[in-house]
């Protein structure tokens, strides 16, 4: 530890930008220091205390020269930036991924600094130190938001980084393996700040990638806004989804209170009853409770009931949770819905 320690110390002064780049002179008024005094959060992992560094290729700089505690080296892309109280300037957010695929992570930089940080976050370590390399913003990563990360990347590589570009680094790199993202690390991505404009391309990027097991798995998190991403996944490969996976979404339905939620289960629902059976048999309840009150279709649901439980099932489900949300619905009205919904699922179980 002792030896380390003293390497790390000799870690010569990096900076990212060029002596005559006009945005220096923000740079060179910006703290010199390896942590941004009075900041609060674990070092590199909490916006609140995002790494020092000298500008966008400092960024790319310091990327470059991390590896994890396995001795793999990391690929990487920009996610988003977002303003941090007590902060004059912006934060970048990245996201970080193992060539191995073991180590997902999110790390957190501030660029308005006169050098690069010396200080590793945790569960990193330096790469060995290169007089040319080292000071290269050249490596496996990019510094805007790419919806396929870690996927596809050969072609902004070099956009990216030009002539002096790794795609072929990164193609032997990534070649046969599969990356997918730990649920725990995907939802650290949806509760980003700063966030609107990745949510919609990622669901678009992995809801035909990753297994549908995975996004039903999601339906169970706590959080309406992950809930949210899963059933929007879900509803963009309704195509591969199969009669169990759409029984536990209606499942998942029936214990939900989110309306927006709702609708989409109803909406793969409807993709999934070709003959319109439930339509069929929803429409006229819901045409009957707009022009009357609920009494007459008390003892029409009370008649259909069993034939509910042992025909139609769980389809049923999220149509009559729908049904309790109508203007007319009575407290006698909602609770038959209910009562039909928890013996609909007694039989799946």
């Known amino acids: 530890m002792f030896l380390k320690n003293i390497f790390k110390s000799k870690r010569p002064i990096i900076k990212g930008q060029e002596t005559n780049n006009p945005f220096n002179y923000k740079l060179e008024r910006g703290l010199d220091c390896d942590e941004i005094p009075n900041t609060y959060g674990e070092f590199g992992k909490s916006p609140t205390n995002p790494i020092p560094v000298n500008g966008g290729t400092g960024e790319l700089i310091y990327l470059n020269s991390l590896k994890d505690k396995n001795n793999q080296s990391i690929i990487y892309h920009r996610l988003t930036t977002t303003p941090i109280q007590g902060l004059d300037e912006y934060v970048d957010i990245y996201e970080v991924v193992s060539i191995d695929g073991k180590l997902w992570d999110i790390l957190y930089f501030h660029m308005y600094h006169p050098r690069n940080s010396n200080k590793l976050p945790n569960g990193y370590e330096w790469l060995n130190y290169d007089k040319i390399w080292s000071h290269s913003p050249v490596g496996l990563g990019l510094n805007i938001f790419h919806p396929d990360f870690p996927d596809n990347m050969n072609e902004p590589l070099k956009q990216f980084q030009g002539l002096l570009n790794l795609a072929s680094v990164y193609e032997k790199h990534i070649n046969g393996k599969s990356f997918i993202r730990p649920q725990e690390h995907l939802e650290k991505l949806i509760h980003l700040n700063n966030r609107d404009n990745i949510i919609g391309p990622l669901a678009n990027s992995i809801s035909n990638k990753y297994p549908i097991s995975y996004f039903i798995n999601l339906l169970q998190s706590y959080d309406n806004d992950t809930r949210s991403f899963a059933l929007v996944c879900l509803e963009l490969n309704k195509e591969n989804l199969t009669e169990n996976n759409l029984a536990s979404i209606c499942k998942f339905a029936f214990s939900n209170n989110?309306?927006?939620?709702?609708?989409?289960?109803?909406?793969?629902?409807?993709?999934?009853?070709?003959?319109?059976?439930?339509?069929?048999?929803?429409?006229?309840?819901?045409?009957?409770?707009?022009?009357?009150?609920?009494?007459?279709?008390?003892?029409?649901?009370?008649?259909?009931?069993?034939?509910?439980?042992?025909g139609l099932s769980y389809k049923l489900i999220p149509f009559l949770w729908k049904l309790t949300k109508h203007n007319n619905a009575s407290d006698e009205l909602i609770e038959k819905c209910n009562l039909i919904s928890e013996e609909i699922l007694l039989t799946m179980d």
């Open 258 to 310: 989110d309306w927006k939620l709702n609708e989409i289960i109803i909406e793969l629902v409807n993709f999934f009853d070709n003959e319109n059976t439930v339509q069929s048999i929803f429409n006229p309840l819901a045409e009957y409770l707009d022009k009357h009150d609920a009494k007459g279709l008390m003892y029409v649901l009370k008649v259909a009931e069993k034939d509910f439980i042992n």
